[in-house]
Nanobody, 118 residues
Framework: VRLVESGGGVVQPGGSLRLSCAAGGFPVSSYIVSWYRQAPGKAREWVALMTTSRNTAGYADSVKGRFTISRDSTQNTVYLQMNSLKPEDTAVYYC????????????WGQGTQVTVSS
């Protein structure tokens, strides 16, 4: 079982990045998958999630309207499209998966660094 994030990097304010969370050993379509982030010196915070039911998504107020979470079941991957990035979005971004009936997980990925700087 594994979650592998990728797609992080350095981007200027106003730019975009797409993060990927590739799952192995379980179907992401049956799990609630979330993105979290942790900035230096701060607690890890929830960013977005996608449920198993009708691809319902939820977002933290700080990213609503700028970030979009999506799922590709054929690739067993969840994505986080991040637009209009701000310096305060700088953090390590983590993928998290949990089976809603407690039959699997929670699982964490290793994280991917996102730096927004001019």
């Amino acid at each position: 079982v594994r979650l592998v994030e990728s797609g992080g990097g350095v981007v200027q304010p106003g730019g975009s990045l797409r993060l990927s969370c590739a799952a192995g050993g379980f179907p992401v379509s049956s799990y609630i998958v979330s993105w979290y982030r942790q900035a230096p010196g701060k607690a890890r915070e929830w960013v977005a999630l996608m449920t198993t039911s009708r691809n319902t998504a939820g977002y933290a107020d700080s990213v609503k309207g700028r970030f979009t979470i999506s799922r590709d079941s054929t690739q067993n991957t969840v994505y986080l499209q991040m637009n209009s990035l701000k310096p305060e979005d700088t953090a390590v971004y983590y993928c998290h998966a949990n089976e809603p009936l407690g039959r699997g997980g929670p699982y964490w990925g290793q994280g991917t660094q996102v730096t927004v700087s001019s």
